[in-house]
């Protein structure tokens, strides 16, 4: 009987030489990334994944079961339940709201643009107006505004003057009726001016002697540069100014007199000014020279009927006296008891 001795099975690889090593996982597969890693750790079968992504290895059947068992073609479709949730912001409001560019459209200007294009003249009509419509805003005015200068007053006369003299025809006679008739209007615009700025400057409104008596000297000389007219009639109006500068001369010069003794006419010339004045409108101002004088008296020695002893030198050595503090000092001084 043959007898059979047991001998260890054999497997296919053992017949292969035992120096080769069978190669190893890694080696038949690739890395996994990741991406692939987050995937195995939702619930998807890796070594299913990394079947079908292995390079160079046909798919199988069994292949596509188990990934469809997996559920990767659901799965894959929507967001992992454990991926970070993206909440919706809101854009901020300035960028919701859209706002339709508008095109230029015309308005009028405001109101500090529109007084700067207006000269002085328009600014004066357009307050004259507004005055006269409202009569509270022209009180206001009145009180608010300041008090007008003798060299602004004199400038409003002069500019009157001047439309005047601009109005004479060229040719002809400047003092005949046509020519009269030609400026007349001007003419009579000027004198207006002149009575409405002359009671300005006469007291009680102005209590400075000084300011009353230079606005009276300018007035005079342009009442001086008026034409005089052939016909004499026409000359009514000049003579009239005349009589009415006069009074307010005699006016000023009265009331300085009762300051100070009258000290205030000693400065300026104003005897000198005021006989020139007379010389030149023909005596029509006789009235203020003789209340200069009894004004003056004081200082010169008057007499008791108001007429002057003393000439011009003796008055000018009297006032370098007093100016100097050396007047009365010849005069006897009494010694004693009072």
Known sequence: MNSLVATPPTFPHQLF???????????????????????????????SLQNLITPGRKRKAEDDDSYESAGVDDRMSASPSNSPAFSSRSLPTHRQIKRARSGPAGRPLSLPRLLETLDAEAMRTVLQSICERHQEIGSEVVHTAPRPSVASALDVLRRYETSLQASFP??????SDYAYNRVRKPLMDLLEALNDFTPHFLPPN???SSLSLGFLDGATEIISRLPTWDSAQNNIHKQNAYEEISKAWTLVIREAGKRGGGIQLQYGGWDQKLAKHNQQANGKLQEAVHELSASLGWIGGQAQDGSSTTGPQE????????????????????????
């Open 170 to 175: 060229f040719g002809g006679r400047s003092s």
């Open 206 to 208: 102005e209590s400075q």
């Open 17 to 47: 030489d035992s120096t080769r090593l069978s190669p190893t996982r890694s080696s038949l597969y690739p890395p996994v990334s990741s991406e692939l890693k987050r995937a195995s750790a939702d619930g998807f079968n890796t070594v």
């Open 315 to 338: 008055m000018g050595s009297i006032r370098q006296q007093l100016l100097s503090g050396t007047y009365g000092a010849n005069l006897p001084v009494s010694v004693g008891p009072w």
